[in-house]
C-alpha cells in the first residue's frame, strides 16, 4: 500500500526522501509528496502520478532540509490528485503527517473537528489525524503527548509519521496494523514502511510493533507504547544487499524476479535438504516439530498468489503427508467463526509478510490456541515475527507487483514441510530421497524452461489482443491455472479465469468459440488421460488450445494449436516447473500490450488495508 520514508540529521533530506521513495513506489503509486522543515520554514510539494513526475517538479526549487517526510501514496479514500496526496497538514503549515493505513472512525472524527472550526481541504480519512493532533497541540501538549492523545481516539489502522515546525528536532512514528521501521545512523536517523527505502544508508533497523511509537531524533530515539510506557527495542541488523533490490539490468523487475528462479528456488532449499535421509531440516520449526506432526489437521490461509500456493500444498499435504488440510481466503477465514483447537496447525503464507487480511487471521487462530506457522518472505516482517514459529521462504527482494519468484518459492518450502511431516509418518526413506533428489534438480529444469522465452514471447504476439483466456489444470496444477489466469489478468489487465479442467463442463464451456485461447496444463502425471479428454472438447467448439506439457510428449502437439514443452518432474513438483512459462506468457502479453508490468494499474504490492 502506500509508503513511508522520513530523514532526521544533518544531510539535505531531499534526494534521501525521493530516493526513498523510489524505492517505494512498488507499494502505492498514484501519488506522492515530501514535506520539509528548516529553519522555521516548512514546506509540502505534493504531485498526483509517479515519484519522478515530482522530482521533475522540485528538480529547479533548491530545496535544503534537515528533516523531512516522503509518502507514496495507494488511494483508499478519494481520487488520485494532488489535493488527496500526503503529506497533509494542519491549517499554519506547521505540522505534517503522512499515513498508511485507513482511519475507520474518521467520518466521526471529522465531525467533531469541524465542529471546533477545523476546515478540510481532502477527501481523505488520513487528513483527519492531522487536525486531530493540532487540536491537542493548540492546548499545549508536546507533540509526542499530542499524538499519543490523537491515537488514542482513533479506530483502524495505521503507520505515521509526523513532524512539526515548532519541535524541529524529531519525527514522531507510530504504527497499529502497518509495517514501520527505525533505521539507525551516525548523527541522522531514518524511518519508514519498508526497510528497502533506507538501504542505501542503514542496516541497523527497529521494528515498532502495533500500538508502539516512536520520537526519533538525530542522535536518538526511544520507544514506549501509545499508552506512555517505556519500551526497550532490539536493532537488528538487515542482510539484503541494494544490488539485490535493483533492476540488475532487465527492463523490468518482474522480468529479472522471473529469470532469477534458478536461484531464488535454489536459495529456498539450501541447507534444508538431508540427502541420505531422504528428508528436509527446517530451522524454524524445530521447536515446534512434534506439534506440527502430530496436528489432527492443518489450515492454510492466505491471499492472492500465497492463497493459490497454498491449494498445492493441500494437494501436497494430503497427499504426501497425509494429514487433513483446507485452505481459506484469510479475509473469509477472519470473519467466519472458524473452528479451530489446540491440535490444529494454522499456515499463513505470505511474501511481504504485512498482508493485513492474512495477518488477521493469524492473530484469530492464535486466540483460539492453534499452533501458528509463517512461511513468509520479507525477514522481521509482521507476520514472520507474530507467528509462534514458521520458515522463511528466502526468495529475497521480490518488488514487481506481480508474485512470480516467491510464488515457486512458497511451494519448495510447502514440499520441504510436506517432507519433513511424512518422513516422520509413514513416507519411507527411499520415497524421501526421491524427492529430495527431484527437488535438488529443479534449478535446472527452471533454467531449460528460461531458455523458452523467445518462443513464448512469439505466443504472446499472437495472444495480446484476446479479451479472454480460459486456463485449465486438474489435481495439483488446477491452482497453476488459477496463479496463470491471475498473472494475467493483473499486469494486462485481460479478462482470465482458471477453472479446474473438468468444472469446464459445468459452465464455462459455453464461452469456446474461436476467439477463446485455453491454456492447458497438461503434465504426464495422474490426470493427464482426463485433460487430453478436456482438450478434445475446447477443439471440438473451435477454441485455440495452448498447452504446457512434458519434454517427449509426442501425442498432445497435434491436438493442440500451440505447445510448450518443459522438463519433467514428480507430480507434487510439477506446479513450480509450469508456473513459470505462464509468468512468461503473461509478462510479455503485458509488455506487448505497453503496459506497466511492474506497476499494474490499482494494485499495490503489500495490501495492508482490508
Ligand atoms: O504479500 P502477500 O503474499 O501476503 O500478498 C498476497 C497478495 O496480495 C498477492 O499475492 C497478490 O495477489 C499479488 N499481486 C499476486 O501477483
Known amino acids: 500500500?502506500?509508503?513511508?520514508?522520513?530523514?532526521?540529521?544533518?544531510?539535505?533530506?531531499?534526494?534521501?526522501?525521493?530516493?526513498?521513495?523510489?524505492?517505494?513506489?512498488?507499494r502505492g503509486y498514484d501519488s506522492a509528496g515530501i514535506g520539509i522543515i528548516e529553519n522555521g520554514n516548512s514546506s509540502i510539494i505534493k504531485n498526483k502520478g509517479k515519484?519522478?513526475?515530482?522530482?521533475?517538479?522540485?528538480?529547479?526549487?533548491?530545496l535544503h532540509a534537515g528533516l523531512g517526510i516522503g509518502h507514496t501514496r495507494w488511494a483508499t479514500h478519494g481520487i488520485p490528485n494532488e489535493i488527496n496526496a500526503h503529506p497533509h497538514s494542519n491549517s499554519n503549515n506547521t505540522l505534517f503527517l503522512i499515513h498508511n493505513?485507513?482511519?475507520?472512525?474518521?467520518?466521526?472524527i471529522k465531525t467533531g473537528l469541524k465542529k471546533l472550526g477545523y476546515h478540510f481541504t481532502s477527501e481523505t480519512d488520513s487528513e483527519v489525524l492531522v487536525h486531530l493532533i493540532d487540536s491537542f497541540l493548540v492546548k499545549g501538549y508536546s507533540l509526542c503527548k499530542a499524538v499519543q492523545l490523537a491515537l488514542n481516539e482513533v479506530e483502524g489502522t495505521y503507520g505515521i509519521a509526523v513532524i512539526y515546525r515548532e519541535e524541529p528536532d524529531k519525527i514522531v512514528v507510530a504504527r497499529k496494523g502497518s509495517p514501520l521501521v527505525v533505521g539507525l545512523g551516525e548523527n541522522e536517523n531514518f524511518i519508514a514502511s519498508d526497510v528497502s527505502a533506507i538501504l542505501a544508508h542503514t542496516k541497523q533497523v527497529v521494528y515498532l510493533d502495533d500500538g508502539e511509537l516512536a520520537v526519533v531524533s538525530k542522535d536518538?530515539?526511544?520507544?514506549?507504547?501509545?499508552?506512555?510506557?517505556?519500551?526497550?527495542?532490539?536493532?537488528?541488523?538487515?542482510?539484503?544487499?541494494?544490488?539485490?533490490?535493483?533492476?540488475?539490468?532487465?527492463?523490468?523487475?518482474?522480468?529479472?524476479?522471473?529469470?532469477?528462479?534458478?536461484?531464488?528456488?535454489?536459495?529456498s532449499m539450501r541447507g534444508r535438504l538431508l540427502i541420505d535421509e531422504g528428508t528436509s531440516k527446517l530451522g524454524g520449526l524445530?521447536?515446534?516439530?512434534?506439534?506440527?506432526?502430530?496436528?489432527?489437521?492443518?489450515?492454510?490461509?492466505?491471499?492472492?498468489t500465497s492463497w493459490h500456493a497454498g491449494l498445492v500444498g493441500e494437494?501436497?499435504?494430503?497427499?504426501?503427508?497425509?494429514?487433513?488440510?483446507?485452505?481459506?481466503?484469510?479475509s473469509e477465514f477472519r470473519y467466519r467463526n472458524p473452528i479451530i483447537d489446540k491440535d490444529d496447525t494454522v499456515f499463513l503464507i505470505s511474501q511481504s509478510g504485512e498482508t493485513a487480511d492474512t495477518l488477521a487471521a493469524l492473530r484469530e487462530a492464535k486466540n483460539r490456541g492453534a499452533l501458528v506457522l509463517g512461511i513468509c518472505n520479507v525477514v522481521g516482517s509482521t507476520i514472520a515475527r507474530e507467528s509462534t514459529a514458521g520458515v522463511y521462504i528466502h526468495a529475497g527482494p521480490e518488488i514487481g507487483v506481480a508474485s512470480t519468484k516467491a510464488f515457486t518459492s512458497q511451494l519448495v518450502v510447502l514440499s520441504l514441510i510436506t517432507l519433513l511431516i511424512a518422513r516422520k509418518k509413514s513416507l519411507s526413506a527411499p520415497e524421501g530421497r526421491e524427492i529430495v533428489k527431484e527437488l535438488q534438480a529443479l534449478p535446472d529444469k527452471i533454467s531449460e524452461i528460461l531458455k523458452l522465452n523467445d518462443k513464448i514471447e512469439e505466443l504472446a504476439n499472437e495472444f495480446k489482443d484476446a479479451n479472454n483466456f480460459l486456463y485449465l489444470g486438474r489435481g495439483y496444477n488446477f491452482p497453476v491455472a488459477l496463479e496463470g489466469a491471475l498473472k494475467l489478468k493483473e499486469i494486462s489487465y485481460i479478462h482470465a479465469e482458471g477453472y479446474p479442467a473438468a468444472e469446464m463442463k459445468h459452465g464455462p464451456i459455453a464461452l469456446i468459440d474461436e476467439n477463446m485461447p485455453v491454456v492447458f496444463i497438461a503434465p504426464k502425471?495422474?490426470?493427464?488421460?482426463?485433460?487430453?479428454?478436456?482438450?478434445?472438447?475446447?477443439?471440438?467448439?473451435?477454441?485455440k488450445i495452448i498447452a504446457i506439457a512434458d519434454d517427449g510428449d509426442g501425442e498432445i502437439d497435434r491436438i493442440v494449436d500451440h505447445v510448450i514443452k518443459i522438463p519433467r518432474t514428480i507430480e507434487m513438483l510439477s506446479p513450480i516447473l509450469n508456473s513459470i512459462p505462464l509468468?512468461?506468457?503473461?509478462?510479455?502479453?503485458?509488455?506487448?500490450?505497453?503496459?506497466?508490468?511492474?506497476?499494474?494499474?490499482?494494485?499495490?504490492?503489500?495490501v495492508t488495508v482490508e
Open 1 to 26: 500500500m502506500c509508503g513511508i520514508v522520513g530523514y532526521i540529521g544533518n544531510k539535505n533530506c531531499v534526494p534521501i526522501l525521493i530516493n526513498g521513495l523510489k524505492r517505494l513506489e512498488y
Open 51 to 62: 515519484v519522478s513526475a515530482l522530482e521533475e517538479r522540485i528538480h529547479n526549487m533548491n
Open 101 to 108: 493505513g485507513i482511519i475507520e472512525n474518521y467520518q466521526t
Open 220 to 267: 536518538n530515539f526511544t520507544v514506549k507504547t501509545i499508552s506512555d510506557k517505556e519500551i526497550e527495542k532490539e536493532v537488528h541488523e538487515i542482510s539484503m544487499s541494494l544490488e539485490e533490490i535493483d533492476k540488475g539490468g532487465f527492463p523490468h523487475f518482474m522480468l529479472k524476479e522471473i529469470m532469477e528462479q534458478p536461484e531464488s528456488v535454489r536459495n
Open 286 to 304: 524445530t521447536e515446534v516439530v512434534d506439534r506440527l506432526v502430530n496436528s489432527k489437521r492443518i489450515l492454510i490461509s492466505a491471499c492472492g
Open 315 to 330: 494437494y501436497m499435504l494430503e497427499h504426501i503427508a497425509r494429514i487433513p488440510t483446507e485452505v481459506e481466503y484469510a
Open 525 to 543: 502425471d495422474s490426470t493427464y488421460d482426463k485433460i487430453i479428454s478436456n482438450i478434445e472438447e475446447v477443439r471440438a467448439r473451435g477454441g
Open 583 to 606: 509468468q512468461l506468457l503473461a509478462y510479455h502479453i503485458a509488455v506487448k500490450k505497453g503496459l506497466n508490468v511492474d506497476q499494474p494499474r490499482n494494485l499495490a504490492k503489500s
